[in-house]
């Protein structure tokens, strides 16, 4: 499987796909009503596609997945910049994700999703725009593996409990951070996709899922050609289909 997206819920997803694509650098996708793409590419290295979908209202709950963007000598520079086009320093009374006497900046986008803007680490270097992905694990030991199975992706040294990279060492890390409380009942206002390679039969890759402490969501929207999980922890995640272009 590859890691193909990282999914955002928006009230309105073009001006905050818009927003993103100014703060990465991005490649437009898709650009139509209800949804909005960009993607994201890393030299010599992974592409991520950042996809906009539409959600009734704003973020009410502190997230379990966010981006932190890359800063390093120039947090200052970015953080204006980033502010610019729209972002706003986070009020700490508001999903309050870390900011206080911290070296990183924490800022929310235009509808209130909180990043952080992250100091220079040698962890960071090569990973394009975005530095890292961090998301909550009841138990990062466990879920890092979880994630390596699915991703193909490598436990690198990172920051925090336990980092896993694309293979080709370049890119965001993806960062298993222990949480401070277990996942409630709330969707993730950001999940990942993951899409089947040719070759990978979508209900054996089901059934491995389940056996590493995964579970399958029944469908809630009829029928679609993707299947959405939860992790060992709780996290969202779907599994997409053989792209098209495989065949």
Known sequence: MQLENLVIDAVDPRRLGRFWEAVIGGETLTDAPGIYETRLSVEGGPWLDLCFQPVPGPPTEAPRLHPDLLGGPHQAEVVERLLGLGARHLDIGHLDIGQGDVPWVVLVDPEGNPFCVMEDRAAYDGTGPIAALPLHSADPDRDADFWAW???????????ARSLRHPSLLGPLLELCPE??????????????LRLEAGEDAGEVAAAITARGGRELPPQWGELPWRTYLDPSGNEFCVLPVSSESD
Do not use: F, Q
Not at 150 to 160: I, N
Not at 180 to 193: F, I, V, W, Y
């Open 150 to 160: 699915l991703t193909g992706w490598t436990h690198v040294p990172g920051v925090d």
């Open 180 to 193: 401070e409380s277990p996942k409630g009942a709330s969707k993730n206002r950001l999940h990942l996709d």
